[in-house]
């Protein structure tokens, strides 16, 4: 037998199957090398579907997995700082719906998303107050700063 996936540190070896079992819900295979070793592999590592995984320029991610990582994202968002990972059972069971949009507002997704909501608002404001008198009677005309 041998490891066909190109990013196991065994790959291109060839072994002999001493042993064939389920570990972690996985089909894995127990190989003996030619030096005496034995190493537990994943037998879906040493078929076709190990040999076709290959590095790409262009990212290529089925949309499930996508939606998955989005939920599990969201769902951490969504905890305090501090919470645990909810876990199977009672109230914290898994659900089957996905969000339509993020959990979070702009401001809790990070710095840039930050800055990008304040851009946002800052435009909305300077439109909404055109043509209008700002000076509120500071002597400043609605200007921020030390008047430098």
């Given amino acids: 037998m041998e490891v066909t996936y190109p990013f196991h540190p065994l790959f291109g070896s060839m072994a002999v199957v001493i042993g064939d079992h389920v570990h972690n819900g996985t089909r894995h295979l ?3 090398l030619d030096d005496g070793t034995s190493s537990l592999v994943p037998a879906w590592m040493t078929g076709a579907d190990g040999a076709a995984l290959r590095v790409v320029n262009v990212p290529r991610l089925p949309l499930d997995r996508l ?3 989005r939920a599990l994202l969201d769902s951490l968002l969504t905890l305090p700082a501090g919470d645990s990972i909810p876990t199977a059972g009672g109230d914290d069971g898994q659900t089957d719906s996905h969000p ?4 979070r507002p702009y401001s809790a997704a990070g710095p840039a998303a930050a800055a990008l909501a304040g851009r946002r608002r800052d435009a909305a404001g300077a439109s909404a107050g055109r ?3 700002t000076n509120d009677g ?3 005309n ?3 700063g030390d008047g430098r």
């Avoid at 339509?100 to 959990?103: G, S």
């Fill in 100 to 103: 339509a949009r993020p959990i």
């Fill in 142 to 144: 609605g200007k921020q």
């Fill in 131 to 133: 043509g209008h008198d």
């Fill in 138 to 140: 500071s002597g400043d």
């Fill in 67 to 69: 939606l998955e990582l």
């Fill in 30 to 32: 127990t190989l003996r």
